[in-house]
């Protein structure tokens, strides 16, 4: 998408928002906060996803505020100032004008005059949207600012009287997909979907799991991503019966399961991919059946996935399949009503089979609406992941099946006529599996 292209996008969506909040309103938006690593090194910098998809600011310590039909402008930023030695050693600041020029401010200020300006918001409007929890110093300055302006309340005759959280608002925005969110998203899937061929590719007996994170690591960087969108799993033998185990430094056997929970970030947009290989060969029988039974329950959970259909409905049609085939197995005892009904499957799949995904891996929205499974609608993206997990030392199974965890995942989008597997392109079935791990 072209630099134009972005910019209307962000002012559509500004657009969207002060209509929502409008007419009385003023809504204040903080910046992700730097966070320290060690001594006077930070962490590499990402912004507050809600701050980035409303403005396209990149920077930190900014603040935003949107006030629909106010007399100094819809739309101001307060921003670190320009500074030549600091540009010198952290890079170029967009400053007032950029501000303005470069992501459309109607007026732009450095934030240390967030104390002298942002009173003239608050003291007309009725109601101020900010999200308390993000940034407990801003906090501390908002709050002060919203006090001064109730106070003046009796005598303005207008002025606070609530304070409003504004991320439903925006995070019902952005569960909603529009064409260039999906297109940078396809874009992370397929650097995703790469790095995960040349993970099950490499694996060999004798490698440590570090080495397959550097693989796909590369992968990401090499073609463009900004890197995880979250930290790889990288799962050998018994370890993948933790569902999030990332110390990555077992020593891979020739033979055993490899899950790998992996997805890159690509402006600003996650895929989150599971796959599970064996190493350096095929399926054992065992392992084949175990495999099987997990696809088979993602693909039920897949097939459900359309316009009205519940939130809820691919995870019951996973957990249904996921209980049959344990049931054949000999890993569960019983009516297959009983066990859903007792919830014993939990044991061997105890997370749920799907979340939204967008800028965010678990990305934002309400699952439930008015206390009921939420519909699917066109332009949501969700993930579907079934898994089974058997711990090493469970003694209420065959022991053969100790130690074994797989979980396949995909990312699905809800289309006008039913959805699209937009993760299809990486290899899943046994057959494709088996030939890249055994190749």
């Not at 938006?29 to 507050?48: M, T």
């Not at 993948?240 to 110390?247: E, K, P």
């Amino acid at each position: 998408m072209s630099l134009d292209g972005k910019a209307e996008s962000f002012k559509a969506r500004r657009k969207q928002f002060m209509t929502q909040i409008a007419p009385g309103a003023t809504a204040i938006l903080p910046s992700a906060p730097v966070a320290i690593r060690s001594g006077d090194v930070e962490f590499i910098y990402r912004q507050d996803s809600d701050f980035y998809y409303l403005t396209g600011f990149v920077e930190p310590e900014s603040v935003a505020v949107f006030s629909p039909g106010h007399p100094d402008g819809e739309f101001a930023m307060f921003v670190r100032p320009r500074d030549r030695e600091r540009e010198t050693w952290t890079g170029r600041r967009a400053g007032i004008e950029g501000a303005m020029i470069d992501y459309g401010a109607d007026k732009a200020y450095v934030i240390d005059e967030l104390e002298k300006v942002l009173p003239r918001y608050l003291e007309k409007s009725e109601r101020v949207h900010y999200p308390l929890g993000l940034n407990e110093k801003l906090d501390e300055r908002v709050l002060k600012m919203v006090r001064w302006a109730q106070a003046m309340r009796p005598r303005l005759g207008v002025g606070p009287s609530v304070l409003i959280d504004p991320r439903d608002l925006i995070h019902e925005a952005r569960l909603m997909k529009e064409e260039a969110e999906l297109a940078a998203m396809r874009r992370a899937m397929e650097i995703s979907g790469e790095a995960h061929r040349r993970a099950m590719m490499k694996a060999r007996g004798g490698m440590k799991e570090w080495q397959i994170e550097a693989e796909v690591d590369y992968t990401f960087r090499s073609k463009g991503a900004t890197g995880p969108s979250y930290p790889s799993i990288i799962a050998s033998g018994p370890n993948a019966a933790t569902l999030h185990y990332i110390n990555n430094d077992r020593e891979m056997r020739s033979g055993e399961l490899l899950l790998i929970d992996a997805g890159a970030e690509y402006d600003f947009y996650a895929a989150d991919i599971t796959r599970t290989s064996p190493i350096g060969a095929k399926f054992t029988p065992l392992q084949r059946d175990l495999y099987q039974v997990v696809l088979d329950a993602q693909l039920s959970a897949i097939d459900v996935i359309k316009p009205g259909a519940r939130f809820e409905d691919p995870h019951e049609a996973a957990v249904k399949v996921l209980v049959d085939g344990m049931r054949t197995l000999g890993i569960l005892q019983g009516s297959a009503d009983e066990i859903i009904e007792k919830g014993t499957y939990r044991r061997f799949y105890m997370h749920r089979t799907s979340h939204w995904l967008g800028m965010d891996v678990h990305d934002v929205g309400l699952y439930r609406v008015a206390g009921a499974s939420r519909m699917l609608e066109p332009g949501m993206v969700l993930t579907v992941e079934p898994g089974l997990y058997i711990d090493r030392e469970d003694d209420t199974v065959p022991e053969s099946f100790c130690g074994i965890g797989i979980r396949i995942e995909d990312d699905v989008l809800v289309t006008a006529d039913g959805h699209e597997v937009m993760t299809a392109s990486t290899p899943k079935t046994i057959a494709d599996v088996e030939a890249i791990t055994a190749g």
